[in-house]
């Protein structure tokens, strides 16, 4: 799979399955990746053995309280492997079953 695509594609199977774990549902595709009446999450993720460097959007961060007032915001870093490289990967495969590990730490 090309890079390009494996990165949208991935970040999605990421975003559920935090979702899932911390029983939050995702807020779509626009917007914090995850939202509940108390708090938002938003999620950025990074392959392991690609640095440790997480870019962030600080307009999340500014807008967030003015679009979701008396809610706690939380960033979730991400890390993950993989069992096989990105260009090994088949377009129809499930990524699920290639992501063999996750880390995640969530910072206020």
């Not at 914090?32 to 307009?59: A, S, V, W, Y």
């Not at 993989?82 to 260009?87: D, T």
């Not at 990524?95 to 996750?102: G, T, V």
Request: glycine fraction near 8%.
């Amino acid at each position: 799979m090309l890079p390009k695509y494996f990165r949208p594609h991935v970040e999605g199977y990421n975003k559920r399955w935090l979702a899932k774990t911390l029983g939050i549902r995702s807020n779509g595709f626009m917007g914090i990746d995850l939202l509940n009446d108390q708090f938002g999450i938003e999620l950025k993720c990074k392959m392991i053995g690609n640095g440790k460097r997480i870019l962030t959007d600080p307009n999340q961060l500014h807008l967030y309280p003015i679009d979701n007032p008396g809610r706690e915001f939380y960033w979730a870093l991400m890390y993950y492997k993989l069992s096989k490289p990105v260009n090994a990967i088949e377009q129809s495969e499930d990524l699920e079953d290639i992501i063999l590990k996750r880390e995640v730490w969530c910072l206020p």
